[in-house]
């Protein structure tokens, strides 16, 4: 199946631009992130953090349009199709959305995983993240290059589950998205290590000894407004919560030796969801820090949603999918799934920094 692909860039002043994989261009159009829009867009996307709302289509659809509006001029999106009709109905577009770096805190924190392509005359328009001939991820360029990946003969999964004794938070299931990794790893060449209650000395000793290409952390997250980052649950001495922040996060990392391939964080607590818990923030530090790959959720979601979604990118990692072709893939499942629920279907989040996105490329059912 042919892949082209894509980057999309807005740079400091504003100004949006494109480039295709093979070196076409388009220029000429800036962000419309100002005024009545942009306060329509942060209205949204606080609405979507608040706890038990429920969404109709239409209201998704409403965003994801305003979205599209924003960031892709209508010049734009009419290069980006004629880019797509160009590789023919078996072909795929992956487009990579870049922003720089200054603009984390504004516009990288937009959900752009609900951008919907506008209706046109005779054609209904789409969610990016529900059509299986787009792939939407993020893409945050380096300014030091890294070396390619190899290919490993056994690819060595981390898993993390973390449950402090807090009555603030909800409760962590993690068991049957650890029963779905090691039913693969029968069939498969994993090796799962499963790490419970993790506290900073444990993460770091296990990260050190496994040396996983493929870390999964299962527990709670939150943004943490006052210093601006996400932040994850781990256990302390005391068995209640220690927030650990993306800073110490990615040295606790750093500190135990190879950094992870691919780092999976979700928040699962059961039927009793708190929207505003959020891991969006932590990717773009740890892949600064050395994580080739960073996949999260930007809103809990619950443990049935979490593990349809775990269930199905492992199985597209499984058949040999690249990392954000298995989020797409995990994306499309819950939008299959769960039609309802509009809002489920751009929670999934992935942030790459390299261009092809081959992380795993080994990851195929053993002999």
Request: with cysteine; net charge negative; charged share 25%.
């Amino acid at each position: 199946m042919d892949t082209r692909e894509i980057t999309v860039r807005v740079d400091k002043s504003g100004q949006v631009s494109a480039r295709r994989d093979d070196d076409a261009t388009w220029s000429g159009g800036s962000i419309a992130f100002t005024g009545v829009d942009a306060q329509l867009i942060r209205i949204f996307a606080r609405w979507l953090t608040e706890r038990g709302r429920e969404w109709d289509w239409d209201e998704i659809k409403a965003f994801g349009s305003l979205l599209h509006r924003t960031l892709l001029p209508a010049d734009l999106w009419s290069w980006i199709e004629r880019s797509l009709a160009d590789i023919g109905e078996d072909g795929r577009l992956r487009i990579q959305l870049e922003f720089p770096s200054e603009a984390y805190a504004d516009l990288a924190s937009v959900p752009w995983e609900y951008l919907h392509a506008p209706d046109r005359p005779g054609r209904e328009g789409f969610f990016l993240a529900a059509q299986s001939r787009v792939i939407l991820t993020r893409f945050i360029p380096l300014e030091v290059g890294r070396p390619p990946l190899v290919s490993e003969p056994r690819i060595r999964v981390l898993v993390l589950a973390s449950q402090p004794q807090d009555p603030l938070l909800g409760e962590v299931i993690a068991a049957p998205v650890i029963e779905t990794l090691r039913g693969l790893s029968e069939r498969l060449p994993l090796d799962v290590t499963v790490h419970e209650q993790p506290s900073r000395v444990s993460l770091r000793e296990h990260v050190r000894t496994v040396r996983p290409h493929l870390l999964h952390f299962i527990g709670h997250g939150q943004f943490d407004a006052e210093r601006a980052q996400g932040q994850i649950a781990l256990v302390g001495q005391t068995g209640r919560a220690d927030w650990v922040g993306e800073q110490v996060l990615a040295q606790l990392l750093e500190s135990a030796g190879e950094m992870p391939r691919l780092a999976l964080f979700h928040s699962c607590a059961g039927a009793q969801i708190d929207y505003s818990a959020s891991f969006a923030g932590l990717a773009p530090r740890l892949i600064r820090r050395g994580v080739q790959c960073v996949v999260a959720m930007q809103y809990a979601v619950t443990n049935r949603t979490a593990l349809d979604f775990a269930k199905a990118f492992y199985d597209g990692l499984a058949r040999g999918l690249e990392v954000d072709e298995a989020v797409q893939a995990g994306r499309m499942e819950l939008h299959t799934i769960y039609g309802d629920d509009s809002r489920l279907l751009g929670i999934p989040v992935v942030y790459l920094h390299s261009r092809d996105a081959v992380l795993i490329p080994s990851l195929t059912p053993s002999d």
